[in-house]
Nanobody
């Protein structure tokens, strides 16, 4: 297991930017595939972005492609840079980790460790 703590959420106007951070501790962080998910009010949790253990491969939901960027550093932190934010991006954002490393993962059931979430609210 790895422990995950998100930060960086807040209130932002439409068109603005935010950067979320996810700090990991516990097992060797570099061996995990990482992902970001979100849950909007009244909706199911949905995949947002994923990054391979090496950081070389990234993949995104179509709804955020070209606006969001996932990255990771060598200090056990994963980031989600969110640009051109829209009202529909309002949600609680969760960081997640999985030991699956041989394929891109998008399903929440593939991730075994989760953070507590951070609220992102986009206003008009």
């Amino acid at each position: 297991q790895v422990q995950l703590v998100e930060s960086g959420g807040g209130l932002v106007q439409a068109g603005g930017s935010l950067r979320l951070s996810c700090a990991a501790s516990g097992r060797t962080f570099s061996t995990f595939t990482m992902g970001w998910f979100r849950r909007a009010p009244g909706k199911e949790r949905e995949f947002v972005a994923g990054i391979s253990w090496s950081g070389v491969s990234t993949w995104y939901a179509d709804s955020v492609k070209g606006r969001f960027t996932i990255s990771r550093d060598n200090k056990n932190i994963v980031y989600l840079r969110m640009n051109s934010l829209k009202l529909e991006d309002t949600a609680v954002y969760y960081c997640a980790a999985t030991v699956i490393v041989k394929r891109t993962v998008r399903s929440a059931t593939d991730f075994g460790s989760w953070g507590q979430g951070t609220q992102v609210t986009v206003s008009s």
